[in-house]
DNA sequence: GTAATACTTGACAGAAACAGTAGGGTATTA
DNA sequence: TAATACCCTACTGTTTCTGTCAAGTATTAC
């Protein structure tokens, strides 16, 4: 259950290829693809959307390509998954845009609220920068936060408290 | 993005209905349906997979209907869900099922473990018995945990945890 | 024993979302 | 002006979702 689209997987994927060339190497859509192993054309659409929401800009003509528009670590997997599949609706009810008609009858609309609001800010703690440093990897797997302090912003180590859990 | 299908919707709502008759009153299908406004059709379907999965019994004939066969404190969430719509698996990589090619490169692999095990952690801690004494309600809004210190179980206090971040 | 109640099962079908392709266009550089 | 590289829209096959339908089995009450 609760599958991520694949629009959404790649999207990340592609981010994190042009995070790595933050600030001033521009990549491809076809270094992209290779990279990750998706289509040209499926990216462009991807990147398109990206772009128009401000996490990425574009350069075009030869040696052009995409790069970020912020820093990686003021890029969360949230704003890139709000981008291409909208906000965490875990029910057409909870959906900004259709409303529910039995609100007050439904027990189970505050759980499915909380559920999503978790996970909203699960991503929201999470980075490129986390993705590129390894950070997040090494958290999840257990190991002492106390390793690295000084490279912990306010952001990492909230991610961390809730891996911990 | 994350959208839980109504399988998995009614499925939990059935189950709050069934849930009200435990230990003695089994609910007919016909009366969960008027009750969730969901077709008996669909219930039928619904329902027999929890029947199979051991969620549930079943009584035929007159006077009939479905029960609960554990107690709803120790039916959760997930327990329901897992049955109607499989693990959370966020990518098709991490579905028990398909394998993936590309673990090890992939950046992305364990940020989606990561998330899947924090909602499945969080909906193993929410019980039927949450949803009806409405204990689970109040503490998502933030109300006061120490208000009813005795009927907290140790579940409970996990998931009241997991709501106040 | 039979009629009414209620669960059981499998097949099927329309609708929507997903995943990706195709083919044209525009801007920039050398 | 040719090559590079991004830009944009439309479309289509596939899969998943969301149910419906129809026929069957088990139990109870009388």
């Known amino acids: 259950m609760l599958r991520l689209s694949t629009k959404g997987q790649y ?3 592609a981010m994190y290829e042009i995070a790595r060339g933050y600030p001033e190497t ?5 270094e992209i693809s290779e990279r990750q192993d998706v289509s040209v054309a499926y990216l462009e659409q ?6 128009k ?3 990425i800009r574009s350069i075009k003509g ?3 390509g995409y790069i970020l528009d912020k820093s990686p670590e003021n890029i969360s997997i ?3 998954l709000n981008e291409l599949e909208g906000p965490v609706a ?3 009810c909870l959906d900004p845009e259709g409303g529910c008609v039995r609100v007050d009858s439904c027990v189970t609309h505050l759980l499915w609220k909380a559920l999503g609001e978790q ?4 991503l929201r703690t999470i980075t490129l920068k986390n993705l590129i440093t390894g950070d997040f990897l090494k958290v999840s797997k257990g190991q002492s936060v106390r390793a690295k302090p000084k490279s912990q912003s306010i952001k990492e180590s909230k991610a961390m408290t809730l891996l911990k859990l």
């Open 90 to 92: 875990l029910t057409s």
């Open 53 to 55: 929401a401000g996490l």
């Open 62 to 64: 030869p040696g052009g």
């Open 46 to 51: 991807i990147l398109n959307r990206l772009r």
């Open 78 to 80: 949230a704003s890139i």
């Open 11 to 13: 999207g990340v994927r």
């Open 119 to 122: 996970v909203e800010a699960f």
């Open 26 to 30: 521009p990549i491809t859509i076809k």
